[in-house]
Nanobody, 115 residues
Framework: QVQLVESGGGLVQPGQSLRLSCVAS????????MRWYRQAPGKEREWVAT???????TYADSVKGRFTISRDNAKNMMYLQMNSLKPEDTAVYYC?????????WGQGTQVSVSS
């Protein structure tokens, strides 16, 4: 079965960096587009970034230029390098894959940005 497990969240000050990781199993990771989403308290879950199976990346305007999505197909891993973090980046971050018409989610990792 599809499993996604995120890690790497934490509490940082504005301007600092974090690197999130997502390990995937249960499907042919290299063949699928992967996404990061986030959900802030009291808000809808929002898309953050996508990396497709060829490595092409796209970003939400709110994170463009600060976040970098990447993948390591040999390790079934996806990453989100987050630089210049802002308080408004505070959220639970989820990795996700659309597999046979169903969207799968990890359990999420909390990122808190506060001085």
């Amino acid at each position: 079965q599809v499993q996604l497990v995120e890690s790497g969240g934490g509490l940082v000050q504005p301007g600092q960096s974090l690197r999130l990781s997502c390990v995937a199993s249960g499907f042919s990771f290299s063949n699928y587009d992967m996404r990061w989403y986030r959900q802030a308290p009291g808000k809808e879950r929002e898309w953050v970034a996508t990396i497709n199976n060829t490595g092409r990346t796209t970003y939400a305007d709110s994170v463009k230029g600060r976040f970098t999505i990447s993948r390591d197909n040999a390790k079934n891993m996806m990453y989100l390098q987050m630089n210049s973090l802002k308080p408004e980046d505070t959220a639970v971050y989820y990795c996700s894959v659309l597999y046979y018409g169903n969207r799968y989610w990890g359990q999420g990792t909390q990122v808190s940005v506060s001085s």
